[in-house]
């Protein structure tokens, strides 16, 4: 059993970056892939990112692949997705998920294990 908490939202202006964090506890977090989800208000959950437990393989969602960059520290328990060029369509809540085993259908919410409480971006215009 693990436990995540996001961290780094906040409020931009379109153009602008932020890094999002997601930190790790209650487990060995280098054993388990790592997605990042948004939703915002009255939408679904649409995948944006993922990370194999290794980093070796990253995955992106086409709305955000050239902007957004994910990436962890294994040895800080931390997944990081790096938001480049924010659009204000970015603004969502970001959440974080973890999947512990099993093959790795990455952009499917309902393969992960464990998610976080989600963290508030909103881009300006």
């Known amino acids: 059993q693990v436990q995540l908490v996001e961290s780094g939202g906040g409020l931009v202006q379109a153009g602008g970056s932020l890094r999002l964090s997601c930190a790790a506890s209650g487990g060995t977090f280098s054993v388990y892939n790592v997605g990042w989800f948004r939703q915002a208000p009255g939408k679904e959950r649409e995948f944006v990112a993922a990370i194999t437990w290794s980093g070796g393989r990253t995955y992106y969602a086409d709305s955000v692949k050239g902007r957004f960059t994910i990436s962890r520290d294994n040895a800080k328990n931390t997944v990081y997705l790096q938001l480049n060029s924010l659009k204000p369509e970015d603004t969502a809540v970001y959440y974080c998920?973890?999947?512990?085993?099993?093959?790795?259908?990455?952009?499917?919410?309902?393969?992960?294990?464990?998610w976080g409480q989600g963290t508030q971006v909103t881009v300006s215009s």
């Open positions: 998920a973890a999947q512990g085993g099993g093959l790795y259908y990455y952009s499917n919410p309902d393969k992960y294990d464990y």
